[in-house]
């Protein structure tokens, strides 16, 4: 008997959840804080090259783990394909900055609702392992893709200083690490229950470790003579049947 293993968390996954948060409430405070006009001469100059490098990085990053974790013996998995997206992307944003950094704005709303969407994917797998707190998540990540879509719509610009759009990016940057923070929690008390139970089973039946040890030691079982097979008339059909 083994102990459950099946969920896992993605590092990549997780610092890119990370940066995102962070970054969203890093500018939400400077722009309530700073000089906004400064801090949008910024982020309209060097915020599509920055995002494009982040995303190269991340598609490198896939496609080096699909040949380093052999994933190429799984004809599912799909990480060399989408690294080689990312990375096209990144080269994208790079040479093509002075257009994209037109639709800044637009790609905030986007971000957001990544957000969002992460926070939903989160409250399922807390659903999942049974966590009571799979339903906080879910209200997060609905009220996140809302807003943004809302921002989207009414053309919010987020580098003047608006007082909302700041409050909408310390928000979803805020609420995306909290749920993230409950994600890990749950996964942390999963792999506890996961733990205690197994010991439980252990206890309540101590025979169980005597029975599986007997399958963890090879035991070596003369074989049989064999006899010669009989004699197999020419054109029989009895030789195509194995």
Known sequence: MSKDTSVKNSKAGIT???????LFVALGICLLLMDATMISTLIYSFSVLTMGVLIICFGAYYMIKYFFNKEYTKVSNYGFTMGVILVILGSLFIFKADAISLFIDA???LVGVVLGAVMLQQAFALFHIQRSSWFISLILGIATIAASIYTYFYNYKFFDGNLYACIFMIAVGGLSLFSLLLMLIGLH????DSERIYSRNVEDNPTRKQDDSIFEEEVEIPSPVEEPAPAVEEGADALFEE
Do not use: R
Request: no cysteine; net charge positive; glycine share 0%.
């Open 107 to 109: 790609l905030v709303s």
């Open 16 to 22: 890119a959840h990370i940066i995102a948060s962070v």
């Open 189 to 192: 008390d999963h792999k506890k």
